[in-house]
T-cell receptor, first 112, second 114 residues
Framework: GDSVTQMEGPVTLSEEAFLTINCTYTATGYPSLFWYVQYPGEGLQLLLKATKADDKGSNKGFEATYRKETTSFHLEKGSVQVSDSAVYFCALSYYGNNRLAFGKGNQVVVIP | ETGVTQTPRHLVMGMTNKKSLKCEQHLGHNAMYWYKQSAKKPLELMFVYSLEERVENNSVPSRFSPECPNSSHLFLHLHTLQPEDSALYLC?????????????FGPGTRLTVT
């Protein structure tokens, strides 16, 4: 079945460091891909999305490129802030389908 | 503020109690969802309502009973819960835009079953 895999374990880094969170997917077709962020004590918020191959989603300094050849959608930010500390979820859905398949999420902790 | 509100934000209940969680969306969406988020487990989709009809029930125990009286409101009625049901319960809503459904989540209800 369709699934999303995120790298294991929390990510701890210093302020202004470069952040990468890996996301790969297994799908039978051509899904839309999403990154959601969950700040402490809150629900999930849509961070960015890409709906077709080679599309780049971007928001709040975060970027992710839909790579069909490697079935990946890695999240990157060039210079993180303490306020970026949160849990980040990768997800996919299909055209016309309202179901989302989520990865397990990655806790990101940014240290001043 | 995502346009999806949930009440209460925190709930402590005994195993014999009956309570309800409420979700309201102010976005004009036509699909609503209940998710369960437990520590160290993936996000679990519990129920999906589309146009006020339940279209998915992912093998959820009958002690959880959803209700969708209209497209803006969604309830989760709880009774005879177990301690392992303690979790964050998230509500979401969505609307199709060019074939893509973006889900918008509420802040969740933190449920503790004692």
């Amino acid at each position: 079945g369709d699934s999303v895999t995120q790298m294991e374990g929390p990510v701890t880094l210093s302020e202004e460091a470069f952040l990468t969170i890996n996301c790969t997917y297994t799908a039978t077709g051509y899904p839309s891909l999403f990154w959601y962020v969950q700040y402490p004590g809150e629900g999930l918020q849509l961070l960015l999305k890409a709906t077709k191959a080679d599309d780049k989603g971007s928001n709040k300094g975060f970027e992710a490129t839909y790579r069909k050849e490697t079935t990946s959608f890695h999240l990157e930010k060039g210079s993180v802030q303490v306020s970026d500390s949160a849990v980040y979820f990768c997800a996919l859905s299909y055209y016309g389908n309202n179901r989302l398949a989520f990865g397990k999420g990655n806790q990101v902790v940014v240290i001043p | 503020e995502t346009g999806v509100t949930q009440t209460p934000r925190h709930l402590v209940m005994g195993m014999t109690n009956k309570k309800s969680l409420k979700c309201e969306q102010h976005l004009g969406h036509n699909a609503m969802y209940w998710y369960k988020q437990s520590a160290k487990k993936p996000l679990e989709l519990m129920f999906v309502y589309s146009l006020e009809e339940r279209v998915e029930n992912n093998s959820v125990p009958s002690r959880f009973s959803p209700e969708c009286p209209n497209s803006s409101h969604l309830f989760l009625h709880l009774h005879t819960l177990q301690p392992e049901d303690s979790a964050l319960y998230l509500c979401a809503s969505s609307q199709e835009v060019a074939g893509v459904y973006e889900q918008y989540f509420g802040p969740g209800t933190r449920l503790t079953v004692t």
